[in-house]
């Protein structure tokens, strides 16, 4: 989800909150939003099993089900990199660092 939310905001996962500037976190507030809002709409994302074992509807745009895929928005491979004992997924070009 997390991934998501950056990715709408074309901000990178490894950015440092300190530089992250007004404008940018009005539209990390705005992608929070609108993304968690599609999600609920859609049952939850397709990488979580309801408790019915049936996937969400809402398809995840960087995730795993979709790292091999290319960036939703400009075509680009996108990266997926180990973060905190966890994978990160993330466009390059897209995201700015
Ligand atoms: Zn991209």
Redesign the pocket.
């Known amino acids: 989800m997390l991934q998501d939310l950056l990715f709408n905001a074309s901000i990178h996962p490894k950015r440092k909150q300190s530089t992250i500037s007004d404008f940018e976190k009005a539209e990390l507030f705005h992608s929070l939003k609108t993304t968690l809002a599609n999600m609920t709409e859609k049952g939850g994302r397709d990488t979580e099993k309801d408790l019915f074992g049936n996937a969400g509807k809402y398809k995840t745009l960087l995730s795993k089900n979709t790292y091999k895929d290319l960036?939703p928005?400009?075509g680009?491979t996108i990266v997926k990199q180990a973060y905190l004992g966890d994978a990160v997924y993330f466009?390059s070009?897209?995201q700015r660092l």
């Open positions: 960036c928005s400009r680009n466009c070009t897209c």
